[in-house]
């Protein structure tokens, strides 16, 4: 029996990759020094996965910035502005493209389907000439080669390639990607001879695309994209992996059709009902790769459960043409478990980072082929046996008054510009007001003085006042700048969900539990084990002491919602004096479903909670939300029903018709601040370049009803970058005043 993992973690097990970037990226270490700690990474994640017995091993999962921009420079699709000049794309053009240079901004980023992780999209018009500018998949296939390890390289498929794109600038509405489908398998062809050449067996395209909604037309591009790669595959297994959720039933006859593939990929966790549809029907001779092993969550895997699945799908297909798989890349899930010697026993025992999931999958894989490991498949019995019983888990008061908000509905009683007039007269904001969205640069002193403090090394005086002094700095800055609505910068904070997850009970932490979020940056997030609950207040201590520091309004600062948690603190806040509070709702988006018929459901839910949040507040209070960038268009009414005061979100890596779906949006009254530039780069926007954005979303959006903000938190600029860039913020915003 086989086994299978379709792709793996690229960041290493203590980040080393993205310290490796950003200090080649600040010119402290070469492109060499680069180069080595990434082959250094690679090797050891095929060593780790051959030692532990996988037989079909992921090359080409690694990526410096983006697997997807991977595939653009495979292709050569390179939008002219970056002035490339052809030949093998490097480090400039590639980074140039993820990130932007002093002179280019960046490609736009967007969430890779409901993960957190995101992908840099490509831009592809009637104009982009391909040519084969990336040999990294050959280059990969034979480094592990060349290890002794023999591996299947993953390529992004060429039709979800396409699906990925936005039509550059100027054919946005006029141009079909797919039309591209015959300039790009050229490419594809050439990439396939050289693996071929190069001796490799097996090939994965992923194609992830094939589980959305796709209309006939769209799946109908998959059909005649595989037949043109048909001879160029001929002689190679050719497996297409799909993830994230179940196939459509049109969808599943269309891959399983597909002329030259030999093996199909599915996620049996999100997508349980695609097993009816493989018992309802398998091609014969064909493998099946099956996704028992969870890719996108950290606990251990039921694994009688699964042998249980894999039993009767073995019965369907066959003993030898069965591979047991993980249900997507672990990309999207922690690394190892083994840097976690602080966690908490009980707790450890329910989990699995990555490393722990290839031991799972090959566990399945032996337990199928009649080598079951009976020690590790009964201390896995008894895990998955003591969470569910565990009282850590469950808390009765907590159940209790979830129960009691069902069916009600939450909502402040006055309508939001009767809110907005109220809160106007306490706050007395000029027009175009000014704001930041909650964060400051975070300073190595700023980070040992918490690191210090969480080891006991400094007392609790010595960090207090060190916070204090920090606040301070940031509340004069503030002030020197002339922002109108005031932050304290969140110096206390390391993680905007871990902050809080530290304080509420029923969350676990990890030291090194890291997942990429996008290029360098990676998230760690809480493990939520059991009912949550705030045994004290949170933020009030820091934002009331803000607060006295100013006679401008202070934005309390919270991430929301855990509805009954963050409802206490809110009231706490209004309470201690804080008249404007931002409820940061990041990744309201995040949790969608990616099928249209869950939508709704979810959507209803998510809202209540934020409304639950701040229903009880009065109406001078004035809420604010943040939302990062996410596709708006089609959430605008839950974002409008969330009936926050204003809306800042995230907006300048895309383009002007998100304004347009919040001028449809708006007309129900909220202040909204679509951010004026984009602090993901370190570049430092003029005045008039954000004058002109002010403009441009002026004549879509009412003047009284916009602000004037970055677009996302500043913890990860330096004060180099930020002063400047709002100071222009700030010139721009007062240009404007003068010109209303
Ligand atoms: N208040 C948070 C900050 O400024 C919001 C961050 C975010 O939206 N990702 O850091
Ligand atoms: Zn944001």
């Given at each position: 029996?086989a086994s299978h993992i379709v792709g793996y973690?690229r960041?290493?097990?203590?980040?080393?990759?993205?310290?490796?970037?950003?200090?080649?990226?600040?010119?402290?270490?070469?492109?060499?020094?680069?180069?080595?700690?990434s082959a250094?990474?690679r090797s050891?994640i095929w060593?780790?996965m051959s030692?532990?017995?996988i037989k079909y091993i992921p090359s080409n999962t690694f990526a410096y910035y983006d697997q997807v921009l991977d595939t653009t420079a495979m292709l050569g699709a390179v939008?002219?502005?970056?002035?490339w000049?052809g030949g093998e794309i490097g480090?400039?053009t590639y980074?140039?493209m993820?990130?932007?240079?002093?002179?280019?901004?960046?490609?736009?980023?967007?969430?890779w389907?409901?993960?957190?992780?995101?992908y840099i999209?490509p831009?592809l018009?009637?104009?982009v000439k391909f040519s084969y500018a990336s040999h990294k998949a050959v280059t990969e296939y034979k480094e592990a080669k060349g290890l002794g390890v023999e591996t299947v390289p993953v390529l992004v498929g060429p039709v979800s390639y396409l699906l990925l794109s936005?039509?550059?600038?100027?054919?946005?509405?006029?141009?079909?990607l797919l039309s591209l489908l015959p300039k790009i398998l050229p490419i594809y062809k050439e990439v396939i001879a050289e693996l071929k050449a190069a001796g490799a067996s097996w090939i994965q395209f992923d194609e992830p695309m094939l589980v959305?909604?796709l209309?006939?037309?769209k799946l109908q591009a998959f059909t005649e994209a595989y037949s043109e790669l048909e001879s160029t595959l001929s002689g190679l297994n050719v497996l297409v992996e799909t993830y994230?959720?179940?196939i459509?039933?049109?969808a599943f006859?269309t891959l399983t059709g597909l002329k030259g593939v030999t093996a199909y990929g599915f996620?049996?966790?999100?997508?349980?009902?695609?097993?009816?549809?493989?018992?309802?029907?398998?091609p014969?001779g064909k493998y099946l790769f099956?996704g028992?092993?969870?890719?996108?969550?950290?606990?251990?895997?039921?694994?009688?459960?699964?042998?249980?699945?894999?039993?009767?799908?073995?019965?369907?297909?066959?003993?030898?043409k069965?591979v047991?798989s993980t249900?997507c890349s672990?990309l999207?899930?922690?690394?190892?478990?083994?840097?976690?010697?602080?966690?908490?026993?009980?707790?450890?025992?329910?989990?699995?980072?990555?490393?722990?999931?290839?031991?799972?999958?090959?566990?399945?894989?032996?337990?199928?082929?009649?080598?079951?490991?009976?020690?590790?498949?009964?201390?896995?019995?008894?895990?998955?046996?003591?969470?569910?019983?565990?009282?850590?888990?469950?808390?009765?008061?907590?159940?209790?008054?979830?129960?009691?908000?069902?069916?009600?509905?939450?909502?402040?009683?006055?309508?939001?510009?009767?809110?907005?007039?109220?809160?106007?007269?306490?706050?007395?904001?000029?027009?175009?007001?000014?704001?930041?969205?909650?964060?400051?640069?975070?300073?190595?002193?700023?980070?040992?003085?918490?690191?210090?403090?969480?080891?006991?090394?400094?007392?609790?005086?010595?960090?207090?006042?060190?916070?204090?002094?920090?606040?301070?700095?940031?509340?004069?800055?503030?002030?020197?700048?002339?922002?109108?609505?005031?932050?304290?910068?969140?110096?206390?904070?390391?993680?905007?969900?871990?902050?809080?997850?530290?304080?509420?009970?029923?969350?676990?932490?990890?030291?090194?539990?890291?997942?990429?979020?996008?290029?360098?940056?990676?998230?760690?997030?809480?493990?939520?084990?059991?009912?949550?609950?705030?045994?004290?207040?949170?933020?009030?201590?820091?934002?009331?002491?803000?607060?006295?520091?100013?006679?401008?309004?202070?934005?309390?600062?919270?991430?929301?919602?855990?509805?009954?948690?963050?409802?206490?603190?809110?009231?706490?806040?209004?309470?201690?004096?804080?008249?404007?509070?931002?409820?940061?709702?990041?990744?309201?988006?995040?949790?969608?479903?990616?099928?249209?018929?869950?939508?709704?459901?979810?959507?209803?839910?998510?809202?209540?909670?934020?409304?639950?949040?701040?229903?009880?507040?009065?109406?001078?209070?004035?809420?604010?939300?943040?939302?990062?960038?996410?596709?708006?268009?089609?959430?605008?009414?839950?974002?409008?029903?969330?009936?926050?005061?204003?809306?800042?979100?995230?907006?300048?890596?895309?383009?002007?018709?998100?304004?347009?779906?919040?001028?449809?949006?708006?007309?129900?009254?909220?202040?909204?601040?679509?951010?004026?530039?984009?602090?993901?780069?370190?570049?430092?926007?003029?005045?008039?370049?954000?004058?002109?954005?002010?403009?441009?979303?002026?004549?879509?959006?009412?003047?009284?009803?916009?602000?004037?903000?970055?677009?996302?938190?500043?913890?990860?600029?330096?004060?180099?970058?930020?002063?400047?860039?709002?100071?222009?913020?700030?010139?721009?915003?007062?240009?404007?005043?003068?010109?209303?």
């Amino acid at each position: 029996m086989a086994s299978h993992i379709v792709g793996y973690p690229r960041m290493g097990p203590k980040r080393e990759l993205k310290f490796a970037l950003e200090s080649f990226w600040d010119g402290k270490s070469s492109a060499e020094d680069l180069q080595k700690v990434s082959a250094d990474l690679r090797s050891s994640i095929w060593k780790q996965m051959s030692d532990a017995g996988i037989k079909y091993i992921p090359s080409n999962t690694f990526a410096y910035y983006d697997q997807v921009l991977d595939t653009t420079a495979m292709l050569g699709a390179v939008p002219a502005r970056y002035n490339w000049n052809g030949g093998e794309i490097g480090f400039d053009t590639y980074f140039s493209m993820a990130r932007g240079n002093a002179s280019v901004p960046a490609m736009e980023m967007t969430k890779w389907f409901d993960t957190n992780y995101h992908y840099i999209v490509p831009e592809l018009g009637p104009d982009v000439k391909f040519s084969y500018a990336s040999h990294k998949a050959v280059t990969e296939y034979k480094e592990a080669k060349g290890l002794g390890v023999e591996t299947v390289p993953v390529l992004v498929g060429p039709v979800s390639y396409l699906l990925l794109s936005k039509p550059s600038k100027g054919v946005e509405k006029t141009f079909s990607l797919l039309s591209l489908l015959p300039k790009i398998l050229p490419i594809y062809k050439e990439v396939i001879a050289e693996l071929k050449a190069a001796g490799a067996s097996w090939i994965q395209f992923d194609e992830p695309m094939l589980v959305m909604d796709l209309e006939s037309h769209k799946l109908q591009a998959f059909t005649e994209a595989y037949s043109e790669l048909e001879s160029t595959l001929s002689g190679l297994n050719v497996l297409v992996e799909t993830y994230f959720a179940d196939i459509p039933a049109e969808a599943f006859k269309t891959l399983t059709g597909l002329k030259g593939v030999t093996a199909y990929g599915f996620d049996l966790i999100r997508g349980t009902k695609t097993l009816d549809l493989i018992k309802g029907g398998f091609p014969e001779g064909k493998y099946l790769f099956a996704g028992v092993v969870d890719g996108r969550n950290i606990w251990a895997n039921d694994l009688a459960g699964s042998l249980t699945i894999l039993t009767e799908l073995e019965s369907i297909v066959g003993k030898d043409k069965l591979v047991v798989s993980t249900s997507c890349s672990l990309l999207h899930t922690a690394v190892d478990l083994i840097n976690e010697p602080k966690l908490d026993k009980e707790i450890k025992s329910w989990l699995a980072f990555a490393a722990q999931k290839v031991v799972e999958v090959d566990a399945l894989a032996k337990a199928l082929a009649g080598h079951k490991d009976e020690a590790f498949f009964s201390a896995n019995a008894a895990a998955q046996a003591s969470r569910k019983t565990s009282p850590r888990v469950t808390n009765e008061a907590v159940q209790k008054a979830a129960a009691a908000l069902k069916g009600s509905d939450h909502r402040r009683a006055t309508n939001v510009s009767a809110r907005l007039d109220a809160q106007q007269k306490k706050l007395n904001l000029p027009i175009l007001p000014t704001t930041t969205i909650g964060s400051f640069p975070q300073t190595i002193e700023l980070r040992k003085v918490r690191r210090e403090y969480k080891a006991k090394k400094i007392s609790e005086e010595e960090y207090v006042n060190a916070i204090r002094e920090e606040i301070s700095k940031v509340v004069k800055i503030q002030e020197e700048l002339d922002i109108d609505v005031l932050v304290h910068g969140e110096p206390e904070r390391n993680d905007m969900v871990e902050y809080f997850g530290e304080q509420l009970s029923g969350f676990a932490f990890t030291a090194n539990g890291w997942v990429q979020s996008y290029g360098s940056r990676c998230v760690k997030p809480p493990i939520i084990y059991g009912d949550v609950s705030r045994p004290k207040a949170m933020t009030v201590f820091w934002s009331s002491m803000a607060q006295s520091m100013t006679a401008r309004p202070m934005k309390g600062m919270l991430t929301g919602p855990i509805a009954l948690a963050i409802k206490d603190e809110v009231e706490d806040l209004e309470k201690a004096g804080i008249n404007v509070i931002q409820i940061d709702e990041a990744a309201l988006r995040e949790g969608l479903p990616l099928r249209k018929a869950e939508h709704a459901f979810y959507l209803d839910w998510a809202v209540h909670s934020f409304r639950i949040t701040n229903c009880g507040v009065q109406d001078t209070t004035q809420i604010h939300t943040h939302m990062c960038y996410s596709n708006f268009n089609d959430i605008i009414h839950s974002i409008i029903d969330m009936d926050a005061d204003v809306i800042t979100i995230e907006n300048s890596r895309s383009d002007e018709k998100l304004l347009s779906v919040f001028r449809e949006g708006v007309k129900y009254g909220a202040g909204i601040g679509p951010g004026v530039y984009d602090i993901h780069s370190p570049r430092i926007p003029s005045t008039d370049e954000i004058a002109d954005r002010i403009n441009k979303m002026l004549a879509v959006l009412e003047t009284n009803i916009l602000w004037v903000n970055p677009d996302c938190g500043l913890k990860t600029r330096k004060y180099t970058e930020v002063k400047p860039a709002l100071q222009n913020m700030v010139a721009a915003a007062k240009l404007l005043r003068t010109q209303l």
